[in-house]
């Protein structure tokens, strides 16, 4: 079946440091991917998603490439803010289907 | 305003209480779900509901039932939970096959405590 695996958490980072978290995957043809965002407190949000190979989502200064000789959907921000505390899940929907298979999330925390 | 709205935001109740959690999305939406987020736990998918029909039910308790009377409106009836009952419970919507791309859209949660 379809699997989503990203890096475990909590990651720690300061302020104005790289971030990224790896995703990979596991779905038969070309699934759509996401990055859901939950603030704590928060139902998630969208971050950003691409729907097809080599296809870049950005938002909010993070990105993410669809790799699909690699089965990844990694995602980077060039500098954090301690606003970017949260926790990132992962998620993919399967060509011809409509359910959204998440990853476990990492949870990130900004230190000032 | 994430388009989607869940009611009430925090809940405390008994084990013997009966209440219900209320989702509403105006985005005209044809597919809802209910998860479960507990805490050290994986997403849970609960419900999914197509066009007002339940469509897929992951081996839930029937201490949980959902309704969905339209499109628009989705609820959960709780009644005689556990105390590992307590967590956040999630409502989402999506255009549903027409658009699967799209993505879910996820409402702010209820944060239920089973005392």
């Known amino acids: 079946g379809d699997s989503v695996t990203q890096m475990e958490g909590p990651v720690t980072l300061s302020e104005e440091a790289f971030l990224t978290i790896n995703c990979t995957y596991t779905a038969t043809g070309y699934p759509s991917l996401f990055w859901y965002v939950q603030y704590p407190g928060e139902g998630l949000q969208l971050l950003l998603k691409?729907?097809?190979?080599?296809d870049k989502g950005s938002n909010k200064g993070f990105e993410a490439t669809y790799r699909k000789e690699t089965t990844s959907f990694h995602l980077e921000k060039g500098s954090v803010q301690v606003s970017d505390s949260a926790v990132y899940f992962c998620?993919?929907?399967?060509?011809?289907?409509?359910?959204?298979?998440f990853g476990g999330g990492t949870r990130v925390l900004v230190k000032p | 305003e994430t388009g989607v709205t869940q009611t009430p935001r925090h809940l405390v109740m008994g084990m013997t209480n009966k209440k219900s959690l209320k989702c509403e999305q105006h985005?005209?939406?044809?597919?809802m779900y209910w998860y479960k987020q507990s805490a050290k736990k994986p997403l849970e998918l609960m419900f999914v509901?197509?066009?007002?029909?339940?469509?897929e039910n992951n081996s839930v308790p029937s201490r949980f039932s959902p309704e969905c009377p339209n499109s628009s409106h989705l609820f959960l009836h709780l009644h005689t939970l556990q105390p590992e009952d307590s967590a956040l419970y999630l409502c989402?919507?999506?255009?549903?096959?027409?658009?699967?791309?799209?993505?879910?859209?996820f409402g702010s949660g209820t944060r239920l405590t089973v005392v």
């Open positions: 985005l005209g939406h044809n597919a």
């Open positions: 509901y197509n066009f007002k029909e339940q469509t």
């Open positions: 998620a993919l929907i399967a060509a011809a289907g409509n359910k959204l298979t």
């Open positions: 691409a729907t097809k190979a080599d």
């Open positions: 989402a919507s999506s255009p549903g096959t027409e658009r699967p791309n799209y993505g879910y859209t």
